[in-house]
């Protein structure tokens, strides 16, 4: 089974108006994180925000913020007011294992989504 | 601080050549790890370092697949005998704490033909 599934391959936008960028994974690890970044057509992974498992509070970076609802383990990707440069793959990432006391901490990754903004 | 760097950026080397890819990381991150990503698709994990630990090398694809890392520095990934389905964009990333977000490389283009 996928770990991190992201549903949408493709999305388009508005300029300005706010999209939502579907996550979910699978885990039965109490302790885990979830990360999403940019990937502009430059090639580049940018880190965007980032939501621990017991984490009390939605995650907020500016114009991003995690949609973070555990029990149905979804962290989808909020970005408001989107602007054309937020036309990019993005990736959901999920990190497992945090409370075990190991030392493996690789991130799993899932397909990405393709964001468009329209002018 | 520079970011994670990796060498060389493109290569284009013939079917059945060994090559080998270099990644220095950000400096005192002790997790170094590798990954693949073919044309339009998501990255595909394939080894991960984390300090003295012995590194997870579950996403190998192959044994012509192999890496190697000294101590908390350089790492390089070797792919013997390239294969046309080994072209790809290799990343490599480092991070310090296990709640730390990956810094990722630009990443090499490899190109088999």
């Known amino acids: 089974a996928q770990k991190i599934t992201q549903t949408q391959p493709g999305m388009f936008v508005q300029e300005k108006e706010a999209v939502t960028l579907d996550c979910t994974y699978d885990t039965s690890d109490p302790s885990y994180g979830l990360f999403w970044y940019k990937q502009p057509s430059s090639g580049e992974m940018i880190f965007l925000i980032y939501q621990g498992s017991y984490d009390q509070q939605n995650a907020t970076e500016g114009r991003y913020s995690l949609n973070f609802q555990k029990a149905r383990k979804s962290a989808n990707l909020v970005i408001s007011a989107s602007q054309l440069g937020d036309s990019a793959m993005y990736f959901c990432?999920?990190?497992?294992?945090?409370?075990?006391?190991?030392?493996?901490?690789?991130?799993?990754f899932g397909k990405g989504t393709l964001l468009t903004v329209n002018p | 601080g520079a970011g994670v760097s990796q060498s060389p950026s493109n290569k284009v080397t013939e079917k059945g050549k060994d090559v080998e890819l270099r990644c220095d990381p950000i400096?005192?991150?002790?997790?170094l790890y590798w990954y693949r990503q073919r044309l339009g698709q998501g990255l595909e994990f394939l080894i991960y370092?984390?300090?003295?630990?012995?590194?997870?090398k579950s996403g190998l694809p192959s044994d012509r697949f192999s890496a190697e890392r000294t101590g908390e520095s350089v790492s390089t990934l070797t792919i013997q005998r390239t294969q046309q389905e080994d072209s790809a964009v290799y990343l490599c990333?480092?991070?310090?704490?296990?709640?730390?977000?990956?810094?990722f490389g630009n990443g090499t283009r490899l190109t088999v033909t």
């Open positions: 400096s005192g991150h002790t997790a």
């Open positions: 370092f984390q300090g003295n630990s012995a590194p997870d």
């Open positions: 990432a999920m990190r497992e294992g945090l409370g075990s006391g190991g030392s493996n901490y690789k991130l799993t």
């Open positions: 990333a480092s991070s310090s704490l296990y709640n730390s977000p990956l810094h």
